[in-house]
């Protein structure tokens, strides 16, 4: 009998492998940006990373392009258990908890520098814990630029140039109310139909990082590139609880290290491609100014009180915005 129990464990080794690549957890990671852009760069190193140091006991899938749904629909998906790791917007994130708005507000940030200290800190890392109860939490973050004016009519010196113009903003209420108070008329538009609203007239600017002039082509109808730099909404990597609970916390922990380190070397592949595309607009003919930020700092002041009064979101913006 003896020997008949060591064969059966012997062959089920032989057929199913060993206890431990039984044990081997498979994970699906959603972005909707394309195969070339940094995050996808660096998320694919995120799962090499955990592959190699888990000894393929943990192995992610990238799926780029949106193949898996918008923003939105891969939170949702994470919810329900088809996505377990996903690349979203702050901006997205304010739909399953209001303490995300604080993001998208202008100007918490003073500059690259102060983004990466502040996301690093205390205040942000009690956020990666937020959404736990809606079902998923926080990993890391990434820069998605800073957000300036580029305009068709003429450049933007002080918010006075605003004045009367048609700026397309995302589709958020922080976003409208920022370009109200600094004087421009708000239009919300899908990103993919800016182009065409340019070149027709329907809008007279948008704002956006250096990349939605080259890469986004924007820049082809939009010759003035204003650095106001009023917004810098980061992305943040979430993973499922779910998806967590599956793996040992040697191996969580693995996870968070590889997520640091995606960070790390997206902040060097942004920077390039910031650089490279403000050198690409100007040899298309975009003229780039740098405005006196004070004057716009100003014309948003009444937003930052109202968020600073709000109790959802009070505490996390003194916290982001103490020197």
Do not use: C
């Not at 760069?41 to 943990?58: C, M, N, P, S, Y």
């Not at 917007?89 to 100007?107: G, I, K, Q, W």
């Amino acid at each position: 009998m003896h020997h008949f129990l060591k064969w059966i464990v012997a062959l089920s080794v032989v057929l199913f492998g060993s206890v431990s690549a039984d044990a081997s957890v498979r994970m699906r990671l959603a972005n909707t940006l394309s195969q070339d852009h940094p995050s996808s760069v660096v998320l694919q190193q995120f799962a090499d990373e955990i592959r190699d140091k888990t000894d393929g006991e943990v192995s992610i899938k990238l799926f780029v392009n949106g193949v898996l749904g918008s923003e939105r629909e891969a939170l949702e998906q994470l919810q329900n258990g088809a996505v377990d790791i996903t690349r979203v917007s702050a901006a997205s994130l304010e739909n399953f908890d209001p303490l995300f708005r604080v993001f998208s507000l202008p100007y918490i940030f003073k500059d690259e520098q102060d983004f990466y200290a502040k996301m690093r800190g205390n205040a942000v890392a009690s956020v990666y814990q937020a959404t736990r109860s809606k079902g998923f939490q926080g990993l890391t973050f990434f820069d998605s630029g800073a957000r300036s004016f580029y305009t068709v009519p003429r450049p933007i010196e002080s918010p006075k140039d605003l004045q009367g113009l048609k700026l397309r903003v995302i589709n958020s209420n922080t976003s409208i109310r920022m370009v109200e108070l600094m004087g421009g008329i708000p239009t919300p538009l899908p990103y993919g139909e800016v182009y065409t609203a340019l070149q027709s007239g329907v809008i007279d600017g948008a704002e956006n990082n250096p990349t939605a002039l080259t890469i986004g082509k924007h820049g082809e109808v939009a010759k003035y590139y204003s650095l106001d730099e009023h917004q810098r909404i980061p992305d943040f990597l979430v993973i499922s609880n779910r998806a967590m609970d599956k793996l040992t916390p040697a191996q969580q922990q693995i996870v968070r290290d590889a997520a640091a380190h995606a960070t790390q070397s997206y902040r060097r592949l942004w920077d390039a491609a910031t650089r490279q595309a403000l050198s690409d607009a100007r040899a298309m003919g975009v003229k780039i100014n740098r405005p006196e930020q004070g004057p716009f700092r100003e014309a948003v002041q009444p937003l930052i009180d109202d968020y600073r009064q709000d109790p959802a979101t009070g505490a996390l913006l003194r916290q982001l915005l103490a020197p």
